[in-house]
Nanobody
Framework: HVQLVESGGGSVQAGGSLRLSCAAS???????MGWFRQAPGKEREWVAS????????NYADSVKGRFTISQDNAKTTLYLQMNSLKPEDTAMYYC???????????????????WGQGTQVTVS
């Protein structure tokens, strides 16, 4: 039984920081882990991703230099450190996991197999 459980969301003032966590269980092999977000009335968009084999990372331009994605040594928890938060970062944030496949794109939500329930981030 695969589970991804996010935590760490909340309300913060602009310029503040939050650290999101995603606890993963029941997944034996992953290719990438990622964070996506969805604001009201908007499409779910990719934020950042991490290659679980070599820990290489990629970021959307809108968060580059402000957000950092990482995983713990046991590779059971994914993090998103968010600094210099802006009101436009307000969204529900989702953790996702992708299993290995040919042609996988780490920024394409359709390539992720498992999703968490989301955690709300509000920046005012």
């Amino acid at each position: 039984h695969v589970q991804l459980v996010e935590s760490g969301g909340g309300s913060v003032q602009a310029g503040g920081s939050l650290r999101l966590s995603c606890a993963a269980s029941g997944i034996t092999i992953t290719s990438h882990m990622g964070w996506f977000r969805q604001a009201p009335g908007k499409e779910r968009e990719w934020v950042a991703s991490l290659n679980t084999a070599d820990s290489s990372t990629n970021y959307a331009d809108s968060v580059k230099g402000r957000f950092t994605i990482s995983q713990d040594n046991a590779k059971t928890t994914l993090y998103l450190q968010m600094n210099s938060l802006k009101p436009e970062d307000t969204a529900m944030y989702y953790c996702a996991a992708a299993t290995p496949r040919a042609g996988l794109r780490w920024d394409r939500r359709e390539d992720y197999d498992y999703w968490g329930q989301g955690t709300q981030v509000t920046v005012s």
